[in-house]
T-cell receptor
Framework: GENVEQHPSTLSVQEGDSAVIKCTYSDSASNYFPWYKQELGKRPQLIID?????GEKKDQRIAVTLNKTAKHFSLHITETQPEDSAVYFCAASGSGGGADGLTFGKGTHLIIQP | DAGVTQSPTHLIKTRGQQVTLRCSPK?????VSWYQQALGQGPQFIFQYYEEEERQRGNFPDRFSGHQFPNYSSELNVNALLLGDSALYLC???????????FGDGTRLSIL
């Protein structure tokens, strides 16, 4: 089955700086890669996603890049703000022949220092 | 427009008991997936329901079973509860399989 590795487990950045979180996946058949933000005690919230036919996608301060050859994808957050503090999860799916549960990484705790 | 709703929000059971958790998908969504999230971990996929059938299953024992109703709502049943079943159980819905999944707030299950 699919295996998703996520790094780092904790990331502390100064407010206004950029943050990058990296994930690798094992199953070359995976074709969908979402990112979720989970604040303490709340639901995971979909913040951006990318499919394997696209190399990069941006939404305001958030961007995701995908390297299919190397089987890794990254989340980039620019001009970080205090409200960006949360746990971020990457996930992969698409190798299930049309029925697609997500395989998640272990999460990155992003801390924005004022 | 209501999002994904789950009930109950919290539940306390003892070992060996059985539990049923419920999920109503977001309006317009027909696919429901269930996940187990242990403290400090990422969600783990349990199974997915579409057209009232289980279409894919993660690495969970047969003690975990489910159902999807004609109105697309879903139930997760867990039999013979173990201490290790204590976790947050999340339901996610989507407009079809392999489409973006949106999560509910979850049910916090504690096994004593």
């Amino acid at each position: 089955g699919e295996n998703v590795e996520q790094h780092p487990s904790t990331l502390s950045v100064q407010e206004g700086d950029s943050a990058v979180i990296k994930c690798t996946y094992s199953d070359s058949a995976s074709n969908y890669f979402p990112w979720y933000k989970q604040e303490l005690g709340k639901r995971p919230q979909l913040i951006i996603d990318i499919r394997s036919n696209v190399g990069e996608k941006k939404d305001q301060r958030i961007a995701v890049t995908l390297n299919k050859t190397a089987k890794h994808f990254s989340l980039h957050i620019t001009e970080t703000q205090p409200e960006d503090s949360a746990v971020y999860f990457c996930a992969a799916s698409g190798s299930g022949g049309g029925a697609d549960g997500l395989t998640f990484g272990k999460g990155t705790h992003l801390i924005i220092q004022p | 427009d209501a999002g994904v709703t789950q009930s109950p929000t919290h539940l306390i059971k003892t070992r060996g008991q059985q539990v049923t958790l419920r999920c109503s998908p977001k309006s317009g969504h027909d696919t429901v997936s269930w996940y187990q999230q242990a403290l400090g971990q990422g969600p783990q996929f349990i199974f997915q329901y579409y057209e009232e059938e289980e279409r894919q299953r993660g690495n969970f024992p047969d003690r975990f079973s489910g159902h999807q109703f004609p109105n697309y709502s879903s139930e997760l049943n867990v039999n013979a509860l173990l201490l290790g079943d204590s976790a947050l159980y999340l339901c996610a819905s989507s407009q079809g399989p392999n489409q973006p999944q949106h999560f509910g707030d979850g049910t916090r299950l504690s096994i004593l």
